[in-house]
């Protein structure tokens, strides 16, 4: 078990007829466990793995995400609200539903148009996103 990770559930299992091990995660939605990344933006790790890290992100209305780039694919969903994202020269305005995939590198950016909702995947893991060890 993974609790001091913060995930409700973590086990090694063998899949099929390999030899290699896994960890399963499950995790369940809870209120608390958010950080403050920059003001009324807070994100959440919700689960990962060996390749692939899973993250929730709040942010409130006026919200700004600076132009920035890192070493990570970053793959998002937009749960709720509405963002306008910089990727690279481009501008979007994503709404609720709406996806986006930013490739390693690309500089980005993003504003919150209404307060939001986005969960998306970094790969590979990015370590200053996993939750502390207790």
Known sequence: MAAGRGIVHSERVTFGNTDQD????FDTQQASGYRELLPSIRQKTR????????AEFRLSRGSVLPAHAHPYEQTGYLVQGQLRLQ??????????????????NVE???LALAD???VEVFSPVREDYLPPAD
Request: aromatic residues 8%; charged residues 20%.
């Open 108 to 110: 980005h950016g993003a």
């Open 22 to 25: 896994t960890t399963i995660m």
């Open 87 to 104: 990727i690279g020269d481009r501008e979007f305005d994503a709404r609720a539903g709406d996806a986006w995939c930013i490739p390693a």
């Open 116 to 118: 939001a909702v986005a």
């Open 47 to 54: 689960v990962f793995g060996k390749n692939t890290l899973l």
